[in-house]
């Protein structure tokens, strides 16, 4: 249940995918115009993330650790809104790392939900380690969730009688992996922040005109304006033939 908690986190970071895409569109022209450097714009938007990851960490762990019955210890409850803020951190670099890369909001939502599918259905959650295939051992490896996985389970069942569950999810019960696990999800978040920021500053919107970055909204008063000045300007050129004749 801890684990599909974090699975949880990976959804929710999800929202952040479309926000990056409407964005964009008016960074590049920021961007372009020297308005200020990409990694400013990268290093702000990441910053005004982490109060939100902390109340999804606080709002998940008060709603399952005690109400599930996970280990009472204050220690333990905070070590585990600690890795629900992690994980949630590292969802959010990996979708603004999909946005900013594909920069068009139908190919994101391609590859985004591909994305949060290869993740948990390599992460050791849905399917235990030991049933992966030996040529997908690998990525398992190499997937965030799984280092996920094995920090909650250690935290949790290391406090109990859950030695045995452990071992029959082919999980180990050292607990320093605890830590290794936090530190590797600390990383995957500063990488998908880092890919975010080269992204921001080499490529290029896909449309350079804007159009396919403009929402309806947009188009809508765009339109009206242009409209407008096709008016006023047929309305100049009427009164000028009038004062000719």
């Known amino acids: 249940m801890a684990t599909s908690i974090s699975s949880a986190m990976m959804f929710t970071g999800f929202s952040e995918l479309p926000l990056m895409i409407i964005r964009l569109p008016l960074f590049y022209k920021h961007r372009d115009n020297l308005f200020h450097p990409p990694w400013i714009w990268s290093v702000v ?33 905070f070590r585990f809104m600690f890795v629900k803020f992690v994980v949630h951190q590292m969802a959010i670099g990996l979708f603004r790392m999909l946005a900013a890369i594909a920069r068009d909001i139908v190919i994101a939502n391609t590859f985004g939900p591909a ?16 049933e992966i295939k030996p040529w997908w051992t690998l990525a398992s490896w190499l997937l965030p969730l799984q280092y996920a996985q094995r920090a909650v389970s250690v935290n949790e069942f290391t406090a109990t009688v859950g030695d045995n569950v452990l071992h029959a999810h082919g999980l180990p019960i050292d607990e320093y992996l605890y830590w290794l696990g936090v530190g590797v999800l600390v990383f995957y978040a ?3 922040n880092v890919v975010v920021t080269l992204a921001l500053i080499y490529l290029n919107p896909l449309n350079k005109s804007g159009w396919l970055y403009l929402t309806t909204p947009n188009k809508v008063l765009l339109q009206t304006m242009l409209e407008m000045k096709s008016q006023n300007l047929k309305l100049h050129l009427l009164k000028a033939a009038g004062r000719r004749e």
């Open 190 to 192: 500063v990488l998908f």
């Open 45 to 77: 938007s990441y910053i005004l993330r982490v109060p939100y990851s902390v109340v999804e960490a606080i709002v998940w762990s008060c709603v399952v650790c005690y109400t599930i019955g996970f280990a009472p210890s204050p220690g333990r409850f």
């Open 115 to 130: 994305a949060i599918l290869i993740v948990l259905l390599l992460g050791g959650f849905l399917v235990p380690k030991d």
